[in-house]
C-alpha cells in the first residue's frame, strides 16, 4: 500500500479517471509551479476501479480549476486548509476557457496570428460542446 | 463595461446579424427606409466623417456597396482592396491594423479570408467595426440586406412561407439568414437540395429543438406553388463527389420560366448574386425576381448602419 502524507494547505483532487492525472497536471500549469505535488496513478476505486489522485500543497487562492470541469466534471475537488478539509467544490462549466483548447481550423484567424490567445466559450452546456470564440468551430481537442 | 469609442460615444461593433436585437434591427430597417425615401435628408450626415474599407481579399460587389453608402451620406473613403497592397503583406497583425486605421477614419468596414478576423480588430479598435465577410464564416450586411428587401417587399419578416434552394451545407448566406430570420416564430421553411449539399446538421437540431415547421425536399417543382419567398444559391460541381450526379441533379436547380410558372404570383425570388445560370436570365424580367432591387436595398441597408453605428441619430 502506497502512502502519501496530509496536506496542510491545498486540493486533494479525487476520482481523476485512470490514466488522466497528467493531463489535469498539464492543464492545471502544475508543472509550472514549484509547490509540492503527489500524483497516484491507478489507486483501487469502489466507484471507478482504478483512478488517479493528485494531491497539491499550495495557498489555495492559487489555483484556478476551471479547466477541470471539462476533463471530467465528476472529479471530486477537496479543498484543505489547516490540514482539514474546508469544502467539497462542486465543478461547473466554464462559460469561457482561455489559452487551454487550440483551434484546429485552418481558415480561422489563429491559424496566421500566432499571439492571440486561444478563447472557447460554451455552446451547449448539456453537450459539453465548446466552440472558437473567433470561428465557432467547435473543439476537437481531447482533454 | 461600456467601450467609448473615439468619438466619446459608445461603441459598437457588427459582427453577426444577432448582434443586433430584434427592436434594434427594426429601427435600422425604419431607418433604412427613411433614406430611401428621402436621400436628400441624409446626404450630408456623414460630412467630415471616413470610411475605411479594409479589403483582405478582393470583393468588389460588397466593398463597392459600401462606399457607396458612405458617400451618398456624404462622408469620404479610404481604404485598400487586396492584402498586398496593406501592410499585412510585411506581417502586419490585424490589431495592429486596426490601431492604425483608427487613428485615420471613424468607422472601418473589414473583409478578411480567416474567419474571426474582424472580432479580432473590434477588440483593439476604437472605431466601430463592420464585418464585411469573414471567410466561410459570417457576412452579417449580406443577411441584413436579405431582411430588409422581404420586409420592404413584403410589409414584414414573419409569416412567411420560406424556400432555400441550392447549396444548403456550404451556403454561409443561407445559414446566416435562417438564424436571423429564425427570430421570428411564424416563418416556415422549406430546404430544397441535393442529398450532399443538404443543412448542416447542427442546423437541422437547432430547428428540431426550436419546434420550428421545416421540411427538406430534392425537386423545387414540388414545392414552389407552396412558397412566399425563394432564396436561390449556386450550387457549384466541386461539391458533388462524382459527376455522374452532378449531371443529374443540376438542372433541378435551375429556375426558368417555365418553373417559375408554379410559383404563386406575389412570391419573391431573391438570390445574394454573383449568379452564374442557377437563374435564366428570361427570369429576370419577370415582376418577382428582386435579386438586382436586393443589391439597391444593400446600399440603404448598410447606410442606416454607418449611421447608426457612429450614432448620428
Known amino acids: 500500500m502506497l502512502n502519501v502524507g496530509k496536506i496542510e494547505e491545498g486540493f486533494v483532487l479525487d476520482h481523476i479517471p485512470a490514466g488522466k492525472g497528467m493531463s489535469v497536471f498539464y492543464h492545471l500549469g502544475l508543472d509550472h509551479m514549484d509547490c509540492m505535488v503527489a500524483i497516484i496513478k491507478n489507486a483501487r476505486s469502489g466507484r471507478l476501479g482504478r483512478k488517479d489522485i493528485i494531491k497539491v500543497e499550495c495557498d489555495i487562492d492559487l489555483l484556478n480549476l476551471d479547466v477541470l470541469a471539462v476533463i471530467d466534471h465528476t472529479i471530486t475537488v477537496n479543498v484543505v486548509k489547516d490540514g482539514e478539509i474546508l469544502e467539497k467544490r462542486t465543478l461547473v462549466l466554464p462559460k469561457e476557457l482561455k489559452g487551454v483548447m487550440h483551434c484546429k481550423n485552418p481558415r480561422c484567424i489563429t491559424s496566421i496570428e500566432q499571439e492571440l490567445p486561444h478563447i472557447f466559450y460554451l455552446a451547449d452546456p448539456e453537450k459539453e460542446i465548446y466552440r472558437c470564440k473567433y470561428c465557432d468551430e467547435k473543439n476537437s481537442e481531447k482533454m | ?313
Open chain 2, 1 to 313: 463595461m461600456e467601450k467609448i469609442g473615439k468619438n466619446g460615444k459608445p461603441l459598437r461593433h457588427l459582427m453577426t446579424p444577432l448582434d443586433m436585437s430584434v427592436e434594434e434591427l427594426e429601427e435600422l430597417f425604419d431607418l433604412a427606409e427613411k433614406i430611401k425615401n428621402d436621400p436628400d435628408g441624409y446626404a450630408h450626415i456623414c460630412d467630415r466623417k471616413k470610411l475605411a474599407t479594409c479589403f483582405y481579399e478582393p470583393s468588389t460587389r460588397t466593398r463597392l456597396s459600401f462606399e457607396t453608402a458612405m458617400l451618398d451620406l456624404g462622408g469620404k473613403v479610404i481604404g485598400f482592396s487586396d492584402a498586398s497592397s496593406s501592410s499585412a503583406s510585411k506581417g502586419e497583425s490585424v490589431s495592429d491594423t486596426i490601431r492604425v486605421i483608427s487613428c485615420f477614419a471613424d468607422i472601418c468596414a473589414m473583409r478578411h479570408p480567416k474567419e474571426g478576423a474582424p472580432m479580432v480588430a473590434a477588440g483593439r479598435s476604437t472605431i466601430p467595426v463592420i464585418n464585411a465577410g469573414d471567410g466561410g464564416h459570417q457576412h452579417p450586411t449580406q443577411t441584413l440586406t436579405d431582411m430588409l428587401t422581404i420586409r420592404s417587399l413584403k410589409g414584414s419578416l414573419d409569416g412567411f412561407t420560406i424556400g432555400l434552394c441550392g447549396d444548403l451545407k456550404f451556403g454561409r448566406t443561407v445559414h446566416s439568414l435562417v438564424n436571423a430570420m429564425l427570430r421570428y416564430p411564424a416563418n416556415k421553411y422549406v430546404f430544397i437540395s441535393p442529398e450532399e449539399l443538404k443543412i448542416p446538421s447542427y442546423l437541422r437540431a437547432k430547428l428540431i429543438e426550436m419546434k420550428v415547421d421545416f421540411k427538406e425536399v430534392e425537386r423545387l417543382e414540388d414545392v414552389l406553388p407552396s412558397l412566399d419567398l425563394l432564396y436561390m444559391t449556386r450550387v457549384q460541381r466541386e461539391r458533388f463527389f462524382n459527376e455522374e450526379d452532378y449531371v443529374r441533379l443540376k438542372d433541378f436547380y435551375v429556375l426558368n420560366k417555365k418553373k417559375l410558372e408554379l410559383a404563386p404570383k406575389d412570391m419573391l425570388v431573391l438570390h445574394p448574386l454573383p449568379r452564374v445560370n442557377e437563374i435564366s436570365v428570361e427570369v429576370d424580367d419577370d415582376p418577382r425576381a428582386v435579386y438586382f432591387k436586393q443589391v439597391q436595398y444593400g446600399v440603404y441597408v448598410r447606410q442606416a448602419l454607418i449611421v447608426t453605428l457612429l450614432g448620428l441619430v
